[in-house]
């Protein structure tokens, strides 16, 4: 069943935003994430702590706190300005149903986010599709957990698919 994606996504302005940004994301449960996200991306301690959000052990989860979904770069290599959408319980499963999708056009904080991704890092067993259109058209980046080059998908995301 799909769920619609809380859209009160922590749009940060500066790299050095990315500890508030990763607080929100996580309903107050990861307040001492590094200051830049770069940092964050290559720290393994980091990348354990927001995969077990979301687990089904996760008491806060299932009081339906926030969940991160994905991390989305302005840069490649999780460089520049960052965007971490996140979501109610439930999160992506290890069936990989279709979680949720959202175009980038849907409120004035993801609007500035069109056509402006270059990377991107994925939580929990969360697949991540970007595509080239509104509405889940066009070209796409095919289903992976991150990526720190677009390719020939640089700037074009317009909007996001998660299983
Ligand atoms: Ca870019
Ligand atoms: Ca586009």
Redo the contacts with the bound molecule.
Sequence with gaps: MMRSLTLSAAVVSTVTAFTEAIADATGGRITDAPREAATAMADPEFDRRMNALGQTNDQATMRGSWVPLSTEFEHGNYGGNSTTLHISYPACTPEHDVLTRVNLDVSENLGQW??KISSFRSYGDCQVNHY??FDFRGDSTDWSNSSGWFGSMND???SIEWQ
Excluded: G, L, V
Aim: hydrophobic share 0%; no cysteine.
């Design positions: 069109n056509d080239e259109h074009k995301t317009s």
